[in-house]
């Protein structure tokens, strides 16, 4: 099935050399190309890659979607993987490559080098230092806008069309240890929700449901001897942790609010936002 009429975004079909058998899929898995990030790059690369590789679906940083193969045919993106005790997640699922770099290393000089030797301006190029228990600690480059909302439109079309599916997945998920795509930056929770109609809160839901106590300057102190604590994107226990704060370290506190019958913190840590469980957080005295 090709899904031009269905996606706003520049579409194209173009048939990829690896393409396998008849497939039903139950899941999206969601890659970086960890490639250049020149248009078509790519999506030019996969038409016709070595060793069986092959996706579905090429989204660029502009939004551009590149399909290259049907639907209901098997992809080779996913390699050694399992999904919830399936393994060999290529045999039914949906493969999504998006236009990112992948982990980066520091150059020096405010700069930022990916594993194919660019290096990028870290401010410029909107790359963050991240650690998580997922991905281990790298640079990381944003995604652009008009790149997530035409990965979302053709999320959308797909949970639509394709009726077997029920889940969207990253790479890092299926193969735990041995692949960190998509990157910490990526709004999995957000999308899931939105596509999936899923119950986790997104940012503005997340700030509705909580209140704003930044002004108090209030802060905590990170209570978990010998141990660190996930802080999260949104306030629940989903794959979705962005940092992890070590025992004893204070962080200010931005939003309080109670998810899952669970008092929950928003706070500021290593330049980012996140959520963490109050119950691991004491009050320090301030003057
Ligand atoms: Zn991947």
């Known amino acids: 099935m090709q899904f031009k009429n269905h996606i706003a975004q520049n579409f194209s079909y173009s048939r990829a050399k690896n393409i396998g058998g008849k497939i039903v899929p139950t899941i999206v898995v969601l890659h970086d190309t960890a490639g250049r990030l020149e248009k078509f790059n790519s999506a030019n690369y996969l038409l016709t890659a070595p060793r069986g ?14 399909q290259q193969v049907p639907t209901n045919r098997r992809a080779g993106h996913a390699g050694t993987s399992e999904y919830h005790g399936q393994k060999g997640c290529n045999n039914f699922s949906i493969g999504i490559e998006i236009v990112n770099p992948g982990r980066m290393t520091d150059a020096g000089g405010g700069r930022a080098r990916t594993w194919f030797k660019e290096t990028y301006n870290i401010v410029e190029a909107g790359i963050h230092f991240i650690q998580t228990q997922e991905h281990g600690a790298g640079w990381w480059m944003d995604y652009e806008p008009e790149q997530i909302a035409a990965l979302e439109d053709l999320l959308h079309a797909l949970f639509d069309y394709v009726p077997t599916l029920t889940d969207i997945v990253t790479h890092w998920y299926i193969s735990p240890g041995r692949k960190v795509d998509t990157n910490p930056l990526f709004p999995l929770e957000s999308l899931k929700a939105r596509v999936l109609g899923r119950d986790d809160l997104q940012d503005e839901a997340a700030n509705d449901a909580s209140d704003l ?3 108090k300057g209030e802060m905590v102190s990170i209570d978990v001897p010998n141990d660190t604590l996930n802080m999260r994107r949104w306030p629940s226990f989903n794959p979705n942790v962005i940092a992890t704060i070590p025992d004893g370290v204070v962080v200010p506190v931005i939003r309080a609010g109670t998810f ?5 913190l928003k706070v500021r840590y290593s330049g980012q936002e996140g959520w963490i469980v109050a119950s691991h957080a004491a009050p320090t005295t301030h003057s």
């Open 53 to 66: 590789v092959s996706v579905h679906f090429v989204v660029e940083r502009d939004g551009t979607i590149t």
């Open 213 to 215: 106590i930044e002004d």
């Open 260 to 264: 899952g019958d669970r008092p929950w």
